[in-house]
C-alpha cells in the first residue's frame, strides 16, 4: 500500500516536473534519480528503474554544455549518479 502510494506520487511529481523544468533541472534530474533508485530498490522494478534513469540521462546530455556555474556543477553531480546507477544496474 504504502509502495504504491509513493509511487502514485512520484509519478505525479514527474509528469509536473517533466511539464514544467528544463531536462538538466537538478530538481527534475534529483527527482527522476530518486524515483529511479525508489523503483529499483523498493519495488524491485529493474527494467522501470533503468528506463528512468536512462531517460533522465538522454535528456540532460545534449543540453550540459549550454550551463554555467552552480547549475553545471549540480546538474553534473546528478547525471553522474544516474551514469553510475545505470552501470551498476545493467552490469
Not at 7 to 25: D, E, F, G
Not at 51 to 75: H, I, R, T, V
Request: charged fraction near 20%.
Amino acid at each position: 500500500q504504502a509502495g504504491e502510494q509513493a509511487q502514485a506520487a512520484y509519478r505525479a511529481a514527474r509528469a509536473i516536473a517533466v511539464k514544467h523544468l528544463n531536462k538538466t533541472s537538478p530538481t527534475l534530474l534529483g527527482l527522476l534519480l530518486n524515483f529511479s533508485v525508489f523503483s529499483y530498490e523498493i519495488l524491485q522494478e529493474e527494467e522501470s528503474a533503468c528506463a528512468l534513469a536512462q531517460e533522465a540521462f538522454d535528456g540532460a546530455m545534449p543540453e550540459m554544455d549550454a550551463l554555467s556555474g552552480e547549475q553545471y556543477k549540480e546538474s553534473a553531480e546528478l547525471v553522474q549518479l544516474l551514469r553510475d546507477n545505470l552501470a551498476l544496474w545493467t552490469s
